[in-house]
């Protein structure tokens, strides 16, 4: 009885959680709608969104003015709706990693996915394609990063966690990273400086067009990811005791790296390579809500989406220069999981 009051008051509270960050993370949204060198009031942003999401349910108000109307629809909102797919992406992407491998430092930035879907999406740019096929090519080599990661930790026979496969990760990546450079190297000028420009990570090039490239992949891949969560609890105890109860491992790993790679490789495609948020953010989740991806998948996403708007608005208001959103992350994120690292180093979390 007292385990089953324990369970139940665990799932009430992180029901509460995600309620509160669900709440916060739409406020945040319509308060990044507001500010920029043109600040517009709350409740006027809110009622020019309601009114392009939903258009029936508010008559065209006389008083918007054509400026803030072309503020809010072309350049606010495209940015701050890619700003919360990525977050989302990352997020979600980053936790499911985390839990299949059962390693917390793990992420899409180290076991070579995003590297690899660097790699796909600036030959996709050399080749003149569409945002689309962007994807495709993106989703292609991160693939293709992430097997050549793990053949080469399954060498050593330790492919699903430990120190072994973030080494092999970190290798594989900085060979992709090189050819990522070597076809810097063949670019020609204009090909040159949106590869650059685009592998630092950015918002700047938000459009309906790149909204819809990420967010059919995020809510559709973190969707399957929340219907085999319970999968995913199974797999972060053990590989014996997930196949005592009947889960095929290499399938079920399999499937999550492909859904992930293809969330990841939506996300590189779009807004180029945003670093450290799948590591760090589902540390922060796992303090609120406690280790059940029944509730760490959706947390991770809600606090992905707020970190990175977080950082949209720094740039927007407190910085006034568009550095790039990856450059951010990375000089945030890397202090904080130093610290992580270092507060937990000593609890077992890494294993040859």
């Known amino acids: 009885m007292r385990q089953n009051d324990k369970a139940i008051s665990s799932y009430i509270k992180s029901n509460g959680i995600l309620t509160i960050l669900t709440a916060i993370t739409v406020i945040s949204v319509i308060a990044s709608l507001c500010i920029g060198t043109y600040p517009l009031p709350f409740s006027k942003a809110f009622e020019i969104m309601m009114h392009f999401i939903w258009p029936w349910s508010s008559d065209y108000n006389t008083e918007w003015t054509a400026k803030e109307i072309i503020i809010i629809e072309l350049i606010r909102m495209p940015r701050v709706l890619l700003a919360v797919f990525v977050g989302v992406a990352l997020g979600i992407s980053g936790t499911a990693l985390q839990g299949m491998m059962r390693n917390p430092l793990v992420g899409p930035d180290l076991v070579g996915v995003a590297s690899g879907a660097a790699f796909g999406g600036v030959l996709a740019v050399m080749m003149d394609m569409s945002s689309y096929t962007m994807v495709i090519m993106a989703f292609g080599g991160g693939m293709m990063g992430m097997v050549m990661t793990f053949a080469l930790a399954s060498l050593s026979k330790s492919e699903s966690n430990g120190m072994t496969l973030i080494l092999s990760g970190i290798f594989v990546g900085a060979f992709l990273m090189a050819c990522v450079g070597l076809g810097q190297f063949f670019a020609n000028d204009g090909q040159l400086n949106e590869i650059t420009f685009w592998l630092l990570g950015t918002l700047t090039r938000a459009n309906e067009e790149r909204v819809w490239t990420i967010a059919i992949?995020?809510?559709?891949?973190?969707?399957?990811?929340?219907?085999?969560?319970?999968?995913?609890?199974?797999?972060?105890?053990?590989?014996?005791?997930?196949?005592?109860?009947?889960?095929?491992?290499?399938?079920?790993?399999?499937?999550?790296?492909?859904?992930?790679?293809?969330?990841?490789?939506?996300?590189?495609?779009?807004?180029?390579?945003?670093?450290?948020?799948?590591?760090?953010?589902?540390?922060?989740?796992?303090?609120?809500?406690?280790?059940?991806?029944?509730?760490?998948?959706?947390?991770?996403a809600l606090l992905g989406a707020l970190f990175v708007l977080a950082i949209d608005a720094l740039t927007r208001t407190v910085i006034q220069e568009e550095i790039p959103i990856g450059v951010l992350t990375t000089l945030i994120g890397t202090p904080i999981i130093i610290l992580i690292f270092w507060k937990k180093q000593t609890k077992g979390w890494i294993s040859d």
């Open 217 to 300: 992949p995020t809510l559709v891949g973190g969707s399957a990811l929340m219907f085999i969560r319970w999968r995913l609890n199974i797999l972060s105890l053990n590989d014996t005791d997930a196949m005592s109860l009947g889960i095929n491992v290499r399938l079920i790993r399999w499937v999550i790296i492909s859904i992930v790679a293809w969330i990841v490789a939506s996300q590189v495609a779009v807004s180029g390579i945003v670093a450290w948020i799948g590591l760090v953010i589902p540390h922060f989740a796992r303090m609120l809500v406690g280790p059940d991806h029944r509730s760490l998948l959706p947390a991770s």
